[in-house]
T-cell receptor, first 112, second 115 residues
């Protein structure tokens, strides 16, 4: 089964600074990859998903972008962070049809 | 559009007591249903899933869920709760095929277990 690595685990960044969160997947090939955000006391919001290298679908207009430079690498970025970007970011993977989502351990981002 | 409602934001039970977490969904086709658990500061772990077959599905950690199509529900149950079950629980619904967009999650139910 696949393993999802996310780093860093926690991050504190000032407003206006750039962001790069990385997610890599082991144990599968050509997976669908996802970035979710979880705000305190709220459910999961899908931000981006990707069905292949260079293919990114955005779910929510925002200050963030995503890229997939390699098959098992998914990056979440921002040029200038906002306070509202604070939250818990989760990378997820789905390796084939009818398989459930598997999640990484997340990154806690605090924008100050 | 698909949606998931978890009516209970927070539930408190005593250790050893039974547990039922409610989940109601709205979905226009055959739903693919999931329950996930999240411990503080961690990612989500899959407890169980349902697509077809027996409407009572068994999952990990002693959990089970029952799919009731007539009630659009997929409630999670456990006969005897352990202190380690304290966590947040998420119900999700999605398509079984054809869409990479994947799941819609409920807003979660926080479970507290009293000693």
């Amino acid at each position: 089964s696949q393993t999802i690595h996310q780093w860093p685990a926690t991050l504190v960044q000032p407003v206006g600074s750039p962001l790069s969160l990385e997610c890599t997947v082991e144990g599968t090939s050509n997976p669908n990859l996802y970035w979710y955000r979880q705000a305190a006391g709220r459910g999961l919001q899908l931000l981006f998903y990707s069905v292949g290298i260079g293919q990114i679908s955005s779910e929510v207009p925002q200050n963030l972008s995503a890229s997939r430079p390699q098959d098992r690498q998914f990056i979440l970025s921002s040029k200038k962070l906002l306070l509202s970007d604070s939250g818990f970011y989760l990378c997820a993977c789905r390796d084939r049809e009818l398989s459930p989502l598997h999640f990484g351990n997340g990154t806690r981002l605090t924008v100050t | 559009a698909q949606s998931v409602t978890q009516p209970d934001i927070h539930i408190t039970v005593s250790e050893g007591a039974s547990l039922e977490l409610r989940c109601n969904y709205s979905y226009g086709a055959t739903p693919y249903l999931f329950w996930y658990v999240q411990s503080p500061g961690q990612g989500l772990q899959l407890l169980l899933k349902y697509f077809s077959g027996d409407t009572l599905v068994q999952g990990i950690k002693g959990f089970e869920a029952e799919f009731k199509r007539s009630q659009s529900s997929f409630n999670l149950r456990k006969p005897s709760v352990h202190w380690s079950d304290a966590a947040e629980y998420f119900c999700a619904v999605g398509p079984y095929s054809g869409s990479a967009r994947q799941l819609t999650f409920g807003s979660g139910t926080q479970l507290t277990v009293l000693p």
